[in-house]
Every structure is written in structure tokens, then in C-alpha cells.
């Protein structure tokens, strides 16, 4: 059963813009914290971005200042908006769906529901 999916993908060049969304199922997305994830070819699968049920967003350093993540709680879609894109945001971007836990300054993630990515490549 498909829960979560990823749209919004393709080719941009240097310095261009993306926008991501994911549709979710309305069980999964109002108890969990939705969250986009990434992974490069030959690295492994990392946090860009993810946001709380009540708004609060945060992001990986690689992320902040460019990226915008945003959930629409009537539509049961979470975007991530991507600005000055560089080559090295070049990767399988995924949608995940979980929970957190707060340490100090920091959250913790334990994502229990995956999409199945949508491409992002950045040309120099």
C-alpha cells in the first residue's frame, strides 16, 4: 500500500529552483512529523530538512538559507522548496513520515514510512 509519494523531480541547472511535494495519506501525515530526506550516489541517506504536526521546521546545515520545507495540513502534502541549487544537492530525494525526539537544541528522527524518491540533478 503506497502512502507516500514523491513528486516533483528533475534536471536544473546551477543556481536554479525546485519544488518538491509528497502526498501523504491523512492517518500518516497528522500524528507524524514528515520529513525529506536525500542520498548521492555512493553516500549514504541523509536529513535535509523535516518539520513537526505543528509547523516547527529544521533543517540540515547544507539545507539552511536555501531550502524551505512547509506542510499543507488540508491537503496532507509536505514541500520542500529548493533555491540556489548546486551540484552537490544532486541525489534521490525521499519523503519519510516518523517521529522525533527532542535533545537539547537537537532532534532525533526515527522515520517509519518512506516514499520512493524522485530525482534531483543539478547541472554545473
Known amino acids: 500500500q503506497v502512502q507516500l509519494v514523491e513528486s516533483g523531480g528533475g534536471l536544473v541547472q546551477t543556481g536554479g529552483s525546485l519544488r518538491l511535494s509528497c502526498a501523504s495519506s491523512?492517518?500518516?501525515?497528522?500524528?507524524?512529523?514528515m520529513g525529506w530526506y536525500r542520498q548521492a550516489p555512493g553516500k549514504e541517506r541523509e536529513l535535509v530538512a523535516a518539520?513537526?504536526?505543528?509547523?516547527?521546521?529544521n533543517y540540515a546545515d547544507s539545507a539552511q538559507g536555501r531550502f524551505t520545507i512547509s506542510r499543507d495540513n488540508t491537503k496532507n502534502t509536505v514541500n520542500l522548496q529548493m533555491n540556489s541549487l548546486k551540484p552537490e544537492d544532486t541525489a534521490t530525494y525521499y519523503c519519510a513520515a516518523g517521529s522525533a525526539v527532542r535533545i537539547g537544541s537537537t532532534y532525533n528522527y526515527a522515520m517509519n514510512y518512506w516514499g520512493k524518491g524522485t530525482l534531483v540533478t543539478v547541472s554545473s
Open positions: 491523512e492517518s500518516i501525515f497528522r500524528r507524524n512529523v
Open positions: 518539520i513537526t504536526s505543528g509547523g516547527t521546521a
